[in-house]
């Protein structure tokens, strides 16, 4: 069998853990052969490939980023470039292709499936908003890396008697300032799901530092939005990804709380550093189960399909119910993250 892979959408912790996992048991497993494409599926159309042997693997399982190099495909040209993308394919003779990305490229896989392209694709973001898998690979990383920064934040935040707002990924869903926040121990977490108050906020604060606590801390996703009228804010412009350019939330929280509180307040937006380095020895084991199903799925002749974890089990899902919506935070999850602040 003649696998092509390739790697698309914002780069993730693990995927070269996926590559390698897929270049093994298809090699060593079945006696396949894989082509890896360069920067997505624009090394697909532009006709960059390489053959992928166990040398161009090894060393790669605990490197972050992704040996193949990774692109975003416009929206609008989404739909041409899949039907190129077919054609060339079968002209190189990939049997199946394993598309490994996120929401974007996972649209793009089943678009390519429709058309009639054997498809079997891998999940990936730090973001883990993606439907029909409880996990992806990058997000444990991803987790790691702010709660890490809320741990020091506290201290310096503490010294100077500050209110840190510490602004983490997540356009849609709030996952990753779920968890960091709870993991960190924030005192207040803002989601994409649940607009904020700032007065809520502040009183936060005051009732802290009446306490005695002189400092506090608290975790935003990039894409959470105040109440109507709460604030002044106005919404990012949609790029041509079709994706919201953000408006730096964090940093305008920040200044709202410092004029509301009259206390000094620094916002903090990790941005990229939670997408980069080596992957946490959880995502490094999904990635690579992920990419072992992805290979079986594909000798079954299991297409269309993508794997997602279910809790302990790798399963294979349509790709059509991947794609649908996007897995947010439910409010209970929300419930249970504010009962600690
Ligand atoms: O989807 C993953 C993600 O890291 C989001 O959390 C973030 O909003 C976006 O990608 C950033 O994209 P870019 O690398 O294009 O700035």
Same mark, same amino acid.
């Given at each position: 069998m003649r696998i092509g892979v390739l790697t698309a959408g914002g780069d993730c912790p693990?995927?070269?853990?996926?590559?390698?996992s897929v270049v093994h048991r298809a090699?060593?497993?079945?006696? @396949?052969?894989?082509?890896?494409?360069? @920067?997505?599926?624009?090394?697909?159309?532009?006709?960059?490939?390489?053959?992928?042997?166990? @040398?161009? $693997?090894s060393g790669i399982l605990a490197r972050g980023g992704t040996i193949l190099g990774s692109s975003r495909l416009e929206r609008a040209r989404l739909r041409e470039a899949c039907e190129s993308s077919k054609e060339l394919?079968?002209?190189?003779?990939?049997?199946?292709?394993?598309?490994?990305?996120?929401?974007?490229?996972?649209?793009?896989?089943?678009?390519l499936s429709d058309a009639g392209l054997p498809v079997v694709g891998v999940p990936k973001t730090i973001d883990n908003d993606i439907s029909s898998t409880d996990r992806t690979f990058g997000f444990d990383t991803a987790v790691g890396v702010a709660t890490e920064a809320i741990d020091r934040l506290k201290t310096t935040a503490e010294s100077h008697q500050r209110v840190m707002v510490v602004e983490v990924m997540g356009r849609?869903?709030?996952w990753i300032a779920l968890e960091s926040g709870m993991a960190g121990g924030a005192h207040g977490i803002c989601l994409p799901e649940r607009p904020f108050d700032p007065a809520d906020l502040v009183k936060m604060v005051e009732e802290r530092f009446a306490r005695g606590k002189k400092f506090a801390v608290i975790c935003i996703a990039e894409g959470a939005h105040p109440a109507e009228g709460s604030m002044d804010y106005a919404k990012g412009a949609i790029d041509q990804f079709g994706h919201e350019r953000f408006a730096g939330i964090g940093t305008k929280l920040a200044t709202e709380l410092e004029r509301?509180?009259?206390?000094?307040a620094r916002? $903090?937006?990790?941005?990229?550093?939670?997408?980069?380095?080596?992957?946490?020895?959880? @995502?490094r084991v999904l990635a690579t189960r992920f990419g072992w199903h992805a290979v079986e799925a594909a000798h079954r002749g299991d297409f269309g399909k993508m794997t997602a974890l279910k809790g302990t089990d790798i399963q294979m899902v349509p790709l059509a119910d991947a794609v649908t919506e996007l897995k947010r935070v439910p409010e209970d999850r929300m419930d249970e993250a504010e009962s600690v602040f």
């Amino acid at each position: 069998m003649r696998i092509g892979v390739l790697t698309a959408g914002g780069d993730c912790p693990g995927l070269n853990a996926v590559i390698r996992s897929v270049v093994h048991r298809a090699l060593v497993g079945h006696g @396949d052969e894989v082509i890896g494409f360069e @920067d997505g599926f624009k090394g697909l159309l532009d006709g960059r490939h390489r053959k992928l042997d166990l @040398d161009a $693997v090894s060393g790669i399982l605990a490197r972050g980023g992704t040996i193949l190099g990774s692109s975003r495909l416009e929206r609008a040209r989404l739909r041409e470039a899949c039907e190129s993308s077919k054609e060339l394919a079968r002209d190189l003779g990939i049997d199946v292709l394993i598309p490994i990305g996120g929401e974007g490229t996972l649209t793009a896989s089943k678009m390519l499936s429709d058309a009639g392209l054997p498809v079997v694709g891998v999940p990936k973001t730090i973001d883990n908003d993606i439907s029909s898998t409880d996990r992806t690979f990058g997000f444990d990383t991803a987790v790691g890396v702010a709660t890490e920064a809320i741990d020091r934040l506290k201290t310096t935040a503490e010294s100077h008697q500050r209110v840190m707002v510490v602004e983490v990924m997540g356009r849609h869903a709030g996952w990753i300032a779920l968890e960091s926040g709870m993991a960190g121990g924030a005192h207040g977490i803002c989601l994409p799901e649940r607009p904020f108050d700032p007065a809520d906020l502040v009183k936060m604060v005051e009732e802290r530092f009446a306490r005695g606590k002189k400092f506090a801390v608290i975790c935003i996703a990039e894409g959470a939005h105040p109440a109507e009228g709460s604030m002044d804010y106005a919404k990012g412009a949609i790029d041509q990804f079709g994706h919201e350019r953000f408006a730096g939330i964090g940093t305008k929280l920040a200044t709202e709380l410092e004029r509301r509180l009259g206390k000094e307040a620094r916002p $903090v937006i990790l941005g990229h550093v939670q997408r980069g380095g080596t992957p946490t020895a959880y @995502d490094r084991v999904l990635a690579t189960r992920f990419g072992w199903h992805a290979v079986e799925a594909a000798h079954r002749g299991d297409f269309g399909k993508m794997t997602a974890l279910k809790g302990t089990d790798i399963q294979m899902v349509p790709l059509a119910d991947a794609v649908t919506e996007l897995k947010r935070v439910p409010e209970d999850r929300m419930d249970e993250a504010e009962s600690v602040f």
